[in-house]
């Protein structure tokens, strides 16, 4: 008897998260949405801690880290940081496709971090920002953006 073929495990999640997503689990947690979101972020890590998504970084999460001001906060930060296995250096490409974004209203980072997640090809774009996730599904772009509780909610689905 030959046995059945072996299944190849699924390729993992690529995630890329904005700056407001590593820093939701050091947000205060009195406020219900923090809490909520907290705790996606939390579950999302550690998905990425296991293995099952794969987060990739770049030099606008850089960028804006090195501008936190409380040096604790910034130390937790760059632990969540360091979990990310891909890092995305800027690139003409990149930058252009952000010039594109901006012309919709879009901030510079807000559109630098939209450009890398694309460029990147990851699978979900992260966000806790209304704003830029109302503006980012109101132009075509090949990522999904979502809010970290959303993510979770589709792939318990």
Do not use: W
Request: hydrophobic fraction near 45%; aromatic fraction near 8%.
């Amino acid at each position: 008897m030959v046995p059945p073929p072996a299944t190849a495990p699924a390729d993992p999640l690529r995630l890329y998260f904005d700056n407001n997503v590593y820093n939701r689990p050091f947000d205060d947690r009195a406020i219900s949405r923090n809490r909520v979101e907290a705790r996606a972020v939390e579950e999302l890590v550690v998905r990425i801690e296991n293995e099952e998504a794969e987060l990739v970084s770049s030099f606008v999460v850089e960028a804006e880290h090195s501008r936190l001001a409380i040096p604790a906060r910034r130390r937790e930060v760059r632990r969540l940081m360091d979990l990310a296995q891909a890092y995305v250096a800027a690139h003409p490409v990149i930058l252009e496709r952000a010039r594109g974004f901006r012309g919709v209203g879009l901030y510079t980072n807000d559109a630098l971090h939209l450009a890398v997640a694309e460029y990147a090809e990851v699978d979900y774009f992260v966000t806790c920002d209304d704003k830029l996730l109302r503006k980012a599904r109101s132009v075509e772009i090949t990522v999904r953006v979502v809010l970290p509780t959303e993510l979770l909610e589709e792939e318990s689905s």
